[in-house]
């Protein structure tokens, strides 16, 4: 069974550093094709798509967003960590995280999602 | 970039009644990279549909895709009360995701 779950902080300042956990079960990055990918959803907007990882450790970013995002993964601890820089209330939203099983493949199985709220 | 216009943002409906809702490319896609999601507050958002038509695993016949180059469309026949939700599709291209800006589905 496949399973993903989001963590971090709820509440982050403006200007700080946000960091995510996506914890997952049931797959492994040592299968060929495997990817992480991290989605928002900010209050009343649409999803929209942040960066992905591979198997192979081949990274995809957001064009708009890119100088802001690290993805990272742990294979040992079936961990995927996404960091993005200096935040704004603008990036309060619900992070999620989401396999896919090759680069551009659907996004099969998703995470329930973390709250994050920027505010000073 | 492609873009991915959904319509109707919202259609109020009830239950036993068939929708069909719309996602229009920007420019001619690949049907294969065309999915489509279900999102509900609280909830894993769900993947209903990939390369445009094929249902996914455990998703009910009354969920059907259909479409190709820039017009795809989500059929759901005879709604169900927890059908009431937000749908979203998306397109890979180019190393990217993206997603329409979604039609809500209310009662």
């Known amino acids: 069974q496949v399973t993903l779950r989001e963590s971090g902080p709820a509440l982050v300042k403006p200007t700080q550093t946000l960091t995510l956990t996506c914890d997952f079960s049931?797959?492994?990055?040592?299968?060929?094709?495997?990817?992480v990918s991290w989605i928002r959803h900010p209050p009343g907007k649409a999803l929209e798509w942040l960066a992905l990882i591979d198997w192979d450790d081949d990274k995809y970013y957001s064009t708009s967003l890119k100088t802001r995002l690290t993805i990272s993964k742990d294979t040992s601890k079936d961990q995927v960590v996404l960091t993005m820089t200096n935040m704004d209330p603008v990036d309060t939203a619900t992070y999620y995280c989401?396999?896919?099983?090759?680069?551009?493949?659907?996004?099969?199985?998703w995470g329930r999602g973390t709250l994050v709220t920027v505010s000073s | 970039e492609i873009v991915l216009t959904q319509s109707p943002g919202t259609l109020s409906l009830s239950p036993g009644e068939r929708v069909t809702l719309s996602c229009r490319a920007s420019q001619s896609v690949s049907s294969n990279y065309l999915a489509w999601y279900q999102l509900k507050p609280g909830q894993a958002p769900r993947l209903l549909i990939y390369g445009a038509s094929r249902r996914a695993t455990d998703i009910p016949d009354r969920f059907s895709g259909s479409g190709s180059a820039t017009d795809f469309s989500l059929t759901i026949t005879r709604l169900e009360p927890e059908d009431f939700a937000v749908y979203y599709c998306q397109h890979f291209d180019t190393s990217s995701y993206t997603f329409g800006q979604g039609t809500k589905l209310e009662i």
């Open positions: 049931g797959f492994s990055f040592s299968t060929r094709g495997m990817c």
């Open positions: 989401a396999r896919s099983q090759w680069v551009g493949d659907e996004l099969d199985y």
